[in-house]
């Protein structure tokens, strides 16, 4: 791509945007920011915590589609800008570093235990896009991002409390049954790429059932880790859990398992935000 088109891409944010992965990077920051207004951060604090997260999941999303752009371009993929030539190398690998060199500062106004925490996220987030996504831990990224997002919350807070474990624990098995559930649709290319994660190595079908195990072990620890009886709300949260995991076991091929896994965080973060400060 000559100079005069990648300024030309920069001018159009909406083909940068299509390269930064926008539904869970828009749905990671939202669920974040509604999390810091439950738990008393104020107006400047939560949005704080929503830039940081934004520009941390802008950073990861660019660098995400940067490092696999060729595997993109060999698997047919017209959703991806870098694949299909409306974007160049330099543009993206450009608004990554500039998305994390944002994040730093963002993420340590919230208090230099909160910023580490998050800021530990985001590595791991990097550490997944630049080789562990290979391997047999791929999983663990997702983990110790995930579960590490309402420490970023909670350790803003006076005192820097951390959140309870059952807390970490959920946002953690969500965030790595998103990463089964994401990689289903692809799976076939990712393998014929060399890619070997630990849900290419289970193959589609056990891969759909741990997806679909991991985002229903979330909601159930949500449900049934806080004090006091689960209650009709927590039941019914159960049931609308149960029903959305169903495409990771019924429709793995289709992009629906991972919009299933969106909308079992959003319920996630529902059942989170009830509590509010009671997070740590």
């Not at 944010?13 to 008393?40: D, E, I, W, Y």
């Not at 985001?122 to 997702?142: E, I, M, Q």
């Amino acid at each position: 791509m000559s100079n005069e088109s990648a300024v030309a891409a920069v001018l159009r944010p909406g083909v940068l945007l299509r390269a930064c992965h926008p539904a869970p990077a828009a749905a990671v920051a939202l669920f974040a920011t509604a999390l810091a207004v439950a738990c008393g951060r104020g107006a400047l604090g939560s949005g704080s915590v929503g830039a940081a997260v934004a520009a941390g999941q802008l950073s990861v999303g660019w660098s995400n589609d940067l490092v696999d752009r060729r595997r993109d371009r060999a698997a047919g993929r017209r959703d991806k800008p870098l694949a299909t030539g409306e974007l160049d190398a330099g543009t993206v690998r450009t608004a990554a570093v500039v998305a994390l060199s944002v994040c730093v500062p963002l993420s340590l106004a919230s208090g230099p235990a909160a910023g580490a925490a998050h800021l530990a996220g985001v590595a791991a987030a990097w550490a997944y896009n630049l080789g562990l996504k290979r391997t047999v831990l791929s999983w663990a990224p997702y983990a110790l991002a995930f579960g590490l997002l309402p420490a970023f919350v909670t350790l803003g807070l006076p005192g820097a409390p951390w959140p309870y474990p059952w807390v970490m624990l959920a946002a953690g098995l969500l965030g790595v049954g998103a990463h089964f559930a994401n990689v289903l649709p692809d799976l076939d290319d990712d393998l014929a790429a060399g890619v070997r994660g630990l849900p290419q190595r289970l193959g589609r079908a056990r891969a759909g059932a741990v997806a679909a195990l991991l985002l229903a072990a979330a909601s159930a620890v949500l449900v049934v880790a806080p004090p006091g009886p689960v209650g009709a709300a927590g039941c019914g949260a159960l049931a609308a859990t149960a029903l959305l995991v169903l495409p990771a076991l019924l429709l793995p091929r289709s992009r629906l398992p991972f919009l299933a896994a969106l909308g079992v965080a959003a319920l996630d973060v529902t059942l989170l935000l009830a509590r509010g400060s009671a997070l740590a």
